[in-house]
């Protein structure tokens, strides 16, 4: 069948508004009518080509893995939903590996063949257009389109009841942030939290910091009116480092160090000032996206009196259990993820992109 989908034909490229073909669902797989994408940083890493898809299978390529929608068909040994179903997209894994086999399907062994591979694990492709192969299946969804083939595994059944369109993040960034600070780092009510770079994930851990009952909430970023809306999510204090020193002001406002810190950069320097920023016990996350070799200088006898520095993927979260939960949260009103959501038509993607990359929103996500 036909689906409008935004492709990017080379490198670099601009997103672009097409029409191609996309494959029937095979046994295991689903076929969801996408209402709604959260667009993400990785995407434009894709763009880049800054992450590991093969290099043949690169381009042209529909990208888009935080979708959202409704089960349009569903292969045949799918058991997880029916056509009519509203499913919201995450990422995909192998089910069978030590890491998906105790429950830490974020690790997956396989995590790069099932994401990044330009097309299925298998190599075959979802999409084309006439005799071209469109490379796709990225996060097994490739959402940035009016229909997306992704897995039984990777998509999680949510109540209708809630707005399908705000759904797509849950995926992916905000359920990293929130899952960091909910299942990795897990402070007690009264800790104290310092959330360096507010974007989309670092706004989540601000959330799940109120949830979890935080009472000093310090978010550090270089953007004033990031800083601001930090405090609409709960932030207690914020630091602009452009005007500060970061690890000098938290301690200041901790007096003596934040219990937890969260690296939500991918910026080596500002990874040494959340470590810098914890007592003696505090734990660091790491979520920041480097490209791969990426070093960085630790004060050893630092580190060495007891502080921890853990890196995170996906919220150390498994789908199924943990987007159900948030979605508990938002219900209640104590998990307001919708407010980091700024809406666009699909076909002003290229739009939402800029804005997105010029901290002018935090995140935009495209209605189909
Ligand atoms: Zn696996
Ligand atoms: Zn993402």
Redo the contacts with the bound molecule.
């Keep these: 069948m036909k689906t409008k989908a935004a492709v990017v034909f080379e490198r670099s490229g601009k997103f672009t508004i097409d029409e191609v073909e996309i494959s029937e669902p095979r046994e295991d797989e689903v076929l969801v009518r996408i209402a709604a994408t ?1 667009i ?4 434009l890493a894709g763009k880049e080509q800054y992450l590991p898809i093969p290099p043949e299978r690169a381009f042209p390529a529909v990208f888009g ?2 979708g959202a929608g409704v089960v349009e068909k569903a292969g045949a040994r799918v058991t997880k939903v029916k056509p009519g179903d509203h499913v919201a997209l995450s990422w995909d894994f192998c089910g069978v590996c030590p890491s998906c086999k105790s429950g830490n399907e974020a690790y997956c062994d396989k995590l790069f063949l099932h994401n990044f591979n330009g097309a299925r694990p298998d190599g075959t492709s979802t999409l084309r257009k006439g005799d071209q192969v469109i490379h796709g299946s990225f ?1 097994c969804q490739s959402s940035l389109a009016d229909f997306a083939l992704a897995n039984e595994r990777n998509i999680v059944k949510v109540r209708k009841e809630i707005p399908l369109e705000i759904l797509g993040p849950l ?3 905000v359920r ?1 942030g929130a899952g960091a600070v909910m299942n990795t780092l897990r402070p007690s009510p009264g800790a104290s939290i310092a959330v360096f770079g507010v974007g989309p994930v670092g706004m989540s851990a601000l959330l799940a910091s109120v949830v979890c009952g935080c009472t000093t909430i310090i978010a550090v970023d270089v953007i004033g009116e990031r800083l601001e809306k930090a405090r609409e999510f709960g932030a207690t204090h914020t630091v602009n480092a452009n005007d500060a020193d970061p690890v000098k002001a938290v301690m200041d406002i901790t007096g003596g160090g934040a219990e937890f810190s969260l690296e939500c950069v991918g910026n080596p320097k500002v990874l040494r000032q959340a470590v810098d920023v914890l007592p003696r016990l505090g734990v660091c996350g790491l979520l920041g996206v480097v490209p791969p070799g990426t070093e960085v200088a630790l004060n050893m006898d630092l580190i060495m009196n007891g502080r921890t520095v853990r890196g995170v993927l996906a919220g150390d979260s498994v789908s199924d259990l943990f987007i159900p939960r948030l979605l508990d949260l938002y219900s209640q009103g104590r998990f307001p993820f919708d407010k980091l959501i700024t809406f666009y038509p699909f076909d002003d993607i290229n739009e939402a992109v800029e804005d997105m990359v010029h901290g002018r929103v935090i995140k935009p996500v495209v209605r189909m």
């Design positions: 959260g993400c940083h990785t995407d893995h935080e996060f995926g992916c960034g990293t």
